[in-house]
């Protein structure tokens, strides 16, 4: 027969080992994970003082979960059409990066739904994140895990010699059909080395300096439409996608400066059919 004071012991002792695993459940719930501690200080150190909003569906981040290859990873992010939201920049940050801030994306026209693709270099374990900033001061934020290791200290694909040569030059991607006044895709190509400073020279061992694309100003017909500004975690030959509306005729023209003060410029004239 059990006692009565036997029985409230019993339960005595049951309330309090619940009690202490609520508390330890408890705690475990509000402890922050690593990732979100490494946001919290970058949001410090990039918008200082500002609301960074969940951007819920008005944006959008495409990376792959686990990257083929650090050095080269794709990116795409995308602002929802219809929403009206006045989209001005997107920033970019690789948060686990040595440098976070990718690049930061400015649009000419907010007013519409705005697409970039990119490719970037991914040095640990990170969250990606893509936070828009709208024409009222808004920041949107949305971000996505990335399994990937060691692109910012990945050697660079083309040899030293090659990549002297080629650098600066460009290219320009263009849908076959190209109609007046209808947005299309543009890719611009840029060859370049984009050394991070965390490389070393296969032949002497040393460490390679850091040299990289650091601005791009995309103008059409002498208008701007996007301007871009990047650090060392964009891949090697950054690549970038863009929204163009182009005229019946028009001409295209890029400028470019690396980190060393080298000036790249390059034109190409554009033909688009009728529009209706």
């Known amino acids: 027969m059990t006692t009565p004071h036997r029985t409230i012991s019993a339960l005595a002792g049951t309330t309090l080992a619940g009690a202490a695993w609520l508390c330890l459940s408890a705690g475990t719930a509000l402890a922050a994970s690593p990732q979100d501690e490494r946001w919290d200080m970058l949001r410090d150190m990039y918008f200082a003082g500002r609301t960074v909003e969940d951007a819920g569906p008005l944006l959008s981040l495409e990376a792959p979960k686990r990257a083929n290859d650090a050095a080269v990873v794709p990116i795409r992010i995308v602002t929802a059409p219809g929403s009206g939201v006045q989209v001005t920049a997107v920033h970019l940050i690789v948060d686990e990066n040595p440098v976070p801030l990718a690049a930061t994306f400015r649009f000419a026209r907010g007013d519409g739904p705005q697409a970039i693709d990119t490719r970037v270099r ?6 990606i994140t893509a936070v828009a900033e709208t024409g009222d001061g808004r920041l949107l934020r949305t971000a996505q ?28 991607n263009l849908p076959d059909s190209i109609v007046a006044g209808k947005p299309v895709i543009a890719q611009l190509l840029i060859s370049h080395p984009n050394y991070t400073g965390m490389q070393y ?49 028009g001409t295209l023209e890029v400028t470019a400066e690396d980190s060393n003060g080298r000036v790249f410029k390059e034109s190409w004239p554009i033909r688009a059919n009728p529009g209706s």
């Not at 991914?122 to 969250?127: L, S």
């Open 145 to 172: 895990f990335v399994k990937a290791s060691g692109g910012c200290s990945a050697p660079a694909l083309k040899n030293a010699q090659l990549a002297v040569a080629r650098m600066g030059k460009m290219k320009l």
């Open 122 to 127: 991914v040095n640990a374990y990170t969250n």
């Open 201 to 249: 020279d296969q032949l002497n061992y040393y460490f390679i300096p850091a040299h990289y694309v650091k601005t791009v100003a995309i103008r059409y017909n002498g208008m701007p439409v996007l301007d871009v500004q990047s650090d060392i975690s964009l891949s090697e030959d950054p690549s970038i996608h863009f929204s163009l509306v182009p005229d019946e005729q």
